[in-house]
């Protein structure tokens, strides 16, 4: 049993809610999809400024973003052509436990970081389903992320992100502004061998698009 800490209303952490052996698994199986769908940049939309994270997805839909066409959802991965992945079995049983949510995600964005990559603030708002919660689940080295309201200029709170950590965002929170502000330098690499060759921080973001 895990605690549960709510920094804000809507926001639920859970930390260690995969321990170390489920962590290994979990990297295991994204490596796999990582082989099927390799990791690609993603770039801002109009500036065409590409994201310091790498990305891939697992799914029927996958987030990514291009100066051309923005951010949205797609079917297949945009270098290969190929449907993404399907969600490892480990993750849709941590959104039925964690989110209670009827429905399965369709969603599983891939984050990787370096230790220099972070994550502006920012609205998880490109999909049509608002109601349901969105799940995140962080491997490797621990981050400062940070959450505030619903407008940009709210006041924000901070949190650390570790290894085997659950977020569920839901309800008062699902629009709530947030984002990565850095990796912090941590002695020993935690993340997995499997992943640990892509980078030191894998964020797990599943969604409902539809
Ligand atoms: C990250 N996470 O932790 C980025 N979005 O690397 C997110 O952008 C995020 O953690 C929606 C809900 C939970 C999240
Ligand atoms: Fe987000």
Redesign the pocket.
Known sequence: MTAIIQPAPGVCHMPGFFDPAAQAGLAAAIADAIAAAPLFVSHMPRTGVPMSVRMTNCGPLGWMSDREHGYRYEPRHPQTGEPWPPIPEALLEAWRVLTGYPRPPEACLV?VYDNKAR?GLHQ?RDEQDFDAP?L?V?LGAD?R?RIGGRKRAEPTVSLI?SAGDA?V?TGPARLCF?G?DRILPTLTATLPESLSKFGARV?L?LRRVT
Do not use: A, K, Q, R
Request: glycine share 0%.
């Open positions: 984050n994550m998880d969105i995140s962080s981050c992320f992100l977020l965002m947030h990565v964020n973001t």
